[in-house]
């Protein structure tokens, strides 16, 4: 998954605590997104940023807020952590290809968080 | 809205045997459709795309899928089993009408390899 990396890899947070999931690229593209994962429920959108400085909400956004201050970096921030944000979460990537709009998008190693 | 149904949560297979996992979609307009697959806690992989080129998109691993849109299916594909196959695999649509480009992600299927 060389290009995105992610911190920390692993982390438990008991509930009612915050802290910020890093997201960092070195792909030179504009959209990056924040997706989580679930048993048996693939992955869903949580928030999506199309270029610096501009976000929106994806499919579950509630509990988090996200920041991009510049195309590098994409954060996601829980603020007071719940049991239901246990989770394996994602970043990605969509491959800019010039004129060709393309759809793939490329991820990074995830974040496993616990929270108890 | 767009959406995608994996027939089969578990696949199970024999080594040298032929693979085929199911996927059906649904898609008001011109679909992009991918595969991706996740070894063990791992993160996700592209194995192969569709783009309204050739209906029959090879990928990688010996991977193939046939896009059937009179079926609305885009079923994955490999001829031969091999024990390093045994991961989840994600069959994903984009929403090529929604400016966020997000992907939209089957429930996933868990492909089984034994000896």
């Known amino acids: 998954n060389a290009g995105v990396t992610q911190t920390p890899k692993f982390q438990v947070l008991k509930t009612g605590q915050s802290m910020t999931l890093q997201c960092a690229q070195d792909?030179?593209?504009?959209?990056m997104y924040w997706y989580r994962q679930d048993p048996g429920m693939g992955l869903r959108l949580i928030y999506y940023?199309?270029?610096?400085?501009?976000?929106d909400k994806g499919e579950v956004p509630n509990g988090y807020n996200v920041s991009r201050l510049n195309k590098r970096e994409f954060s996601l921030r829980l603020e007071s952590a719940a049991p239901s944000q246990t989770s394996v979460y994602f970043c990605?990537?969509?491959?800019?290809?010039?004129?060709?709009?393309?759809?793939?998008?490329?991820f990074g190693p995830g974040t496993r968080l616990t929270v108890t | 809205a767009q959406s995608v149904t994996q027939l089969d949560s578990h696949v199970s297979v024999s080594e040298g045997t032929p693979v085929l996992l199911r996927c059906n979609y649904s898609?008001?307009?011109?679909?992009?459709l991918f595969w991706y697959v996740q070894h063990p806690n791992k993160g996700l992989q592209l194995l192969l795309k569709?783009?309204?080129?050739?209906?029959l998109v090879k990928g990688i691993n010996g991977f193939e899928a046939e896009f059937k849109k009179s079926e609305t299916s885009f079923h994955l594909t490999k001829p031969s089993a091999h024990m390093s196959d045994a991961a989840e695999y994600f069959c994903?649509?984009?929403?090529?009408?929604?400016?966020?480009?997000?992907?939209?992600f089957g429930s996933g299927t868990r492909l089984l390899v034994r000896p």
């Open positions: 990605a990537i969509r491959l800019d290809r010039g004129f060709i709009t393309s759809y793939e998008q490329y």
């Open positions: 994903v649509v984009s929403d090529t009408q929604d400016s966020s480009y997000k992907l939209i």
């Open positions: 792909m030179n593209h504009n959209s």
């Open positions: 569709y783009t309204s080129a050739a209906t």
């Open positions: 940023s199309a270029s610096e400085g501009t976000t």
């Open positions: 898609s008001s307009y011109s679909p992009s």
